[in-house]
């Protein structure tokens, strides 16, 4: 019998396997990736660190899909602003990968650089490094929680009577469509006035 063309076991295929069951499940486990590839569990473990090996491959995976580039743009609330909208989008093609992700502490070289290319960012712009992690995680919580809203049905407050909540009723039939998209850019805008005027305190400018 001759050889496969490819391998059956790699870190590619453990990182989209594991992918697919974060999506389908929202966790996975070593034994049902190594099910799902019709391997040995043990065979799993000679290809990547163990579970938390694994978590690092889906950060870095998910993460491929943020523009990193954006970082170079300037100014820097531009810059931020572009990095947040791709950091949303990577994470809302996979939400349920969201609670996993950020549970877990980041060791991905390619996701630690992006943060360094962040946090370069905001101290070239002047914001002094106490204020620079939780400007950074502040966003993260903007970013996220929209990534996760963008997941949930349109509808997510069901009426059943409606003389019992008048002004609820009339609030939602006013929000019209694209109800997460909206409330995202209220959020992003909000933040960055916010450290609009944070900065102008540091600097005096």
């Known amino acids: 019998m001759g050889r496969p063309h490819k391998p059956l076991l790699d870190r590619e295929r453990i990182t989209a396997t594991a992918l697919e069951l974060v999506d389908e499940r ?32 889906l950060r870095e995976r998910v993460a491929e899909a943020i523009d990193v580039t954006a970082l170079d743009a300037r100014p820097w609330d531009a810059a931020l602003e572009a990095w947040a909208r791709s950091y949303r989008a990577a994470f809302a093609a996979h939400p349920r990968a969201i609670p996993l992700l950020m549970t877990n502490p980041v060791r991905a070289p390619r996701v630690l650089e992006q943060y360094e290319r962040a ?19 502040a966003l993260e919580n ?16 069901e009426v059943a009577d409606a003389a ?29 006035v916010h450290l609009r005027e944070r900065l102008t305190a540091y600097t005096g400018a």
């Open 26 to 57: 929202g966790d996975f486990s070593v034994p049902q990736i190594a099910r799902r590839l019709g391997v040995q569990t043990g065979s799993v473990y000679h290809h990547v660190d163990g579970r938390d090996g694994i978590v690092e491959l």
């Open 119 to 137: 946090v370069t960012l905001l101290g070239e712009a002047g914001f002094p490094a106490p204020a620079v992690m939780p400007a950074l995680v």
């Open 142 to 157: 903007v970013v996220l929680g929209s990534a996760l809203d963008l997941a949930a049905p349109e509808a997510m407050w």
């Open 164 to 192: 019992a909540t008048p002004r609820l009723v009339e609030a939602l039939e006013a929000a019209g469509d694209h109800r997460a998209d909206r409330a995202f850019d209220l959020a992003l805008e909000g933040f960055l």
